[in-house]
């Protein structure tokens, strides 16, 4: 079945320790999306891909980054996680266009020691 | 004002019931609008998409949407306790989606 992957499903950390979160897309979608939500909250969107161009939210720290090697993976780098980002990570994926859905991987949880 | 709001719930009822979930948004613009659906510890899982006024149905849920309201709904019949969970009223903004904090809904055996 086609799908997005996102890999590990739970990643442990230390506070200030890099880490990098994966997701997969067998779906050829040209846009992907990485969001992050708290217990309780809305996703809130961190930056997304159409095709190649990278497009980052305001609010997003510096401390996230992302990278986009091919269509069908996409990184989330945290470079020095604080505590304050321990949350479900989301991976999202759509075709372009207004009436486009996003279809989401099943998170990774991510936890800062 | 937040761009999608959602009464945060819990909503609670008995199975085999209507439940009915409500959503606001505040860009005139919206052209596209969707339910998900997210269990507890899981991620969003796509169940209804609407895009003109007036009804949709797909089996046991029905989308409204009134866009001069600037309003959409969510019903779902003969509720069932695997029903419950958190749904989020989604709105697209150009290549974004834009979420509300989500209803919980109790549907109760």
């Known amino acids: 079945d086609a799908m997005v992957i996102q890999n590990p499903r739970y990643q442990v950390t230390q506070f200030g320790k890099p880490v990098t979160l994966s997701c997969s897309q067998t779906?050829?979608?040209?846009?992907m999306y990485w969001y992050q939500q708290k217990s309780s909250q809305a996703p809130k969107l961190l930056f997304h891909?159409?095709?190649?161009?990278?497009?980052n939210e305001a609010d997003t720290p510096d401390n996230f980054q992302s990278r986009r090697p091919n269509t069908s993976f996409c990184f989330l780098d945290i470079r020095s996680p604080g505590l304050g980002d321990a949350a479900m990570y989301l991976c999202?994926?759509?075709?372009?266009?207004?009436?486009?859905?996003?279809?989401f991987g099943d998170g990774t949880r991510l936890s800062i020691l | 004002q937040k761009e999608v709001e959602q009464n945060s719930g819990p909503l609670s009822v008995p199975e085999g019931a209507i439940a009915s979930l409500n959503c606001t948004y505040s860009?005139?613009?919206?052209?596209?609008f969707f339910w998900y659906r997210q269990y507890s510890g899981k991620s969003p899982e796509l169940i209804m998409s609407?895009?003109?006024?007036g009804d949709k149905e797909d089996g046991r849920f029905t989308a409204q949407l009134n866009k001069a309201s600037q309003y959409v709904s969510l019903l779902i019949r003969d509720s069932q306790p695997s029903d419950s969970a958190t749904y989020l009223c989604?709105?697209?903004?150009?290549?974004?989606?834009?979420f509300g904090a989500g209803t919980i809904l109790r549907v109760k055996s």
């Open positions: 860009d005139r613009g919206s052209q596209s």
């Open positions: 779906l050829n979608h040209n846009v």
């Open positions: 999202a994926t759509s075709r372009g266009g207004v009436s486009q859905p996003q279809h």
């Open positions: 989604a709105v697209r903004n150009g290549n974004k989606l834009v």
């Open positions: 609407i895009y003109s006024n």
């Open positions: 891909y159409y095709d190649k161009d990278f497009n």
